[in-house]
Nanobody, 121 residues
Framework: QVQLVESGGGLVQPGGSLRLSCVAS????????LGWYRQPPGKERELVAA???????HYADAVKGRFAISRDNAKNTMYLQMSSLEPEDTAVYFC???????????????WGQGTQVTVSS
């Protein structure tokens, strides 16, 4: 079974940056679509960013211009570079394999433990 493991979260001040990593147990080229989700306290999980095998990216409006998703095939790793962080970005962040359904993305893998990101002064 393919596994994805998230890491890189932590406590950061508003305006700061963090880079999250998602390491795959197999070649990352296995995945046509990959994405980052987040679940803020007391709220539902939401898609933050997605990336295709060819490197095409998509972002939620709330993070456009601040977050950047990328994948390193040699390291079997996907990243989420987060900048200009805001308290509203506080959440547990998860990575998952996606599928495209019409113009939307849906998660199709099992969820890992995620990595906690807390933005606070």
């Amino acid at each position: 079974q393919v596994q994805l493991v998230e890491s890189g979260g932590g406590l950061v001040q508003p305006g700061g940056s963090l880079r999250l990593s998602c390491v795959a147990s197999t070649s990352i080229n296995y995945f046509t679509y990959l994405g980052w989700y987040r679940q803020p306290p007391g709220k539902e999980r939401e898609l933050v960013a997605a990336i295709t095998r060819s490197g095409i990216t998509h972002y939620a409006d709330a993070v456009k211009g601040r977050f950047a998703i990328s994948r390193d095939n040699a390291k079997n790793t996907m990243y989420l570079q987060m900048s200009s962080l805001e308290p509203e970005d506080t959440a547990v962040y998860f990575c998952n394999e996606l599928r495209r359904v019409n113009s939307n993305y849906e998660p199709i893998g099992s969820w890992g433990q995620g990595t906690q990101v807390t933005v606070s002064s």
